[in-house]
């Protein structure tokens, strides 16, 4: 689907390269789209729902973005008018049935380059409540982006249903792309702050990471025996074929999302932080007892009011990396990551593509080579976000990815409990690990928060 005349190409800015880049080692495109549902306990009138649906295509102009291939290259513009005829209702009998639907849905290929970027369905559960689902190409939204589209979508809703002035239009999507277009200064930025985490995140550590696996160093020791290299640290696991994925979703003890919220709000304390340091704790337990934790984690990269109200790709995979101390405490190891965390959002411009490149040229590694296992994201939601309804916001399995697990963490805006969704690949994890790692890391994160000054060791030792 090409431009007409008239229509402004543009380049694809760096968070939608990590997309393209995601593309080649994953023949299955739903690796890259963004499955996500939001249900209220009141009836929503659809006919209005639908309405608003349209506005909100008008004012989040990232729902009117497409590509199209340009000889090697990927470009993108904007349509000026697009409306959807038709939204698709469901009813579901069970929440078992809802699960398998967008399920199946979410794991179905967008045809991006014919344009079709998104897909909207509304729905009735078995207990009555009204939701919207949205499967979107990640070329326009990131998980953000999906939770604005929702907030912004209710208060259209609202507006309509009240007859009162629509809410303050959403930050326009195409001028932060306007901005990225060969920008000399953005890329002398990118340059100084990429040598900054090179140094922060492999030189200073002053030694190859460790390959840190949610089942061990299984994945690990078969490539060792194959390969007859018992000194590897790094396996070769981009196979972009057997990438299929499954989602197991656990939701935390209502008793035990009370204690870390209390935790967090006595100790100040981000959500992400303390959730990261537990992860981390039992990945050194089940990892040789190696103090070298990496992985990726998603920033979302909104740091202005302008930002955070809008639309489209910005968020980028950053590389946390983080040396524990067996003799520091719980609660100063949270602090030291909460001071990495800053580092690394204030270098958050340097694109992925950038420092996977950086640390392939630091070690030596194969273009299938990484000590990268898994992606972590934590999404942060807000009570008063649909002008105080209660809402169950739900992620669906987008049936392929390209690492070993993909993680995603947010606490419930309805009951305050924590969630945490793993889609993890089938070839490389099976369910009991998924579980067994979940189950390490709740015990890890309850003896941490109970025990906040017990050290790093003292709490491996109970493992």
Not at 108 to 121: A, C, N, S
Not at 453 to 461: Q, V
Request: charged content about 25%.
């Amino acid at each position: 689907m090409k431009p007409k005349n008239g229509e402004q190409v543009y380049n694809l800015i760096h968070s939608q390269e990590m997309v393209q880049y995601m593309w080649k080692y994953s023949v299955h495109m739903q690796s890259t789209q963004v499955p996500v549902a939001i249900a209220f306990d009141e009836k929503l009138d659809f006919q209005l729902l639908a309405r608003a649906v349209n506005i909100e295509i008008e004012r989040n102009d990232c729902m009117r973005l497409r590509i199209f291939r340009d000889g090697l290259r990927i470009k993108q513009y904007f349509l000026n008018e697009y409306k959807l005829k038709k939204i698709l209702v469901k009813e579901f009998n069970s929440k078992e049935e809802q699960v398998e639907y967008f399920d199946s849905v979410a794991s179905t290929k967008l045809d991006v380059f014919g344009g079709e970027m998104f897909k909207i369905i509304f729905f009735r559960t078995y207990e009555k409540k009204s939701g919207i689902f949205i499967v979107a190409s990640h070329m326009i939204m990131d998980f953000v982006a999906a939770f604005m589209f929702f907030k912004d979508l209710m208060a259209v809703y609202d507006s309509l249903k009240t007859d009162s002035p629509l809410p303050k239009a959403m930050t326009k999507y195409e001028d932060i792309i306007k901005s990225e277009q060969d920008n000399p200064a953005l890329e002398e930025r990118i340059a100084k702050e990429a040598k900054e985490l090179d140094e922060f995140v492999f030189v200073e550590k002053n030694r190859r990471p460790f390959y840190n696996a949610i089942n061990g160093t299984k994945v690990l020791d078969w490539q060792s025996k194959i390969l007859r290299q018992p000194d590897m640290n790094m396996p070769h696991i981009y196979l972009p074929v057997l990438d299929k994925t499954q989602l197991i979703k656990k939701h935390l003890t209502q008793e035990d999302s009370n204690e870390i919220s209390a935790f967090i709000k006595d100790n100040q304390l981000s959500a992400e932080w303390v959730i990261q340091t537990a992860f981390r704790i039992y990945l050194s337990k089940i990892n040789r007892h190696t103090n070298d934790t990496l992985f990726w984690v998603l920033c979302p990269r909104r740091r202005t009011v302008k930002e955070k109200r809008c639309g489209g790709t910005l968020a980028s995979p950053m590389p946390w990396r983080e040396i524990l101390d067996d003799n520091k405490s719980f609660l100063d190891t949270t602090h030291q990551l909460g001071e990495s965390q800053v580092f690394l959002f204030r270098h958050s411009d340097v694109p992925f593509t950038t420092v996977r490149q950086m640390e392939r040229d630091r070690f030596g590694l194969s273009l299938m080579q990484t000590s990268n296992t898994m992606m972590f994201s934590y999404l942060p939601s807000g009570e008063n976000s649909f002008n105080g309804r209660q809402y169950d916001f739900s992620a669906y399995n987008f049936g392929h990815y390209v690492m070993p697990i993909y993680t995603l963490t947010m606490q419930e805006a309805s009951t305050g409990r924590y969630v945490f969704s793993y889609i993890h690949r089938l070839f490389l994890t099976k369910e009991q690990e998924v579980l067994d790692f979940h189950n390490g890391v709740v015990k890890t994160l309850m003896l941490g928060v109970r025990n906040p000054e017990k050290t790093i060791g003292e709490i491996l030792e109970e493992l």
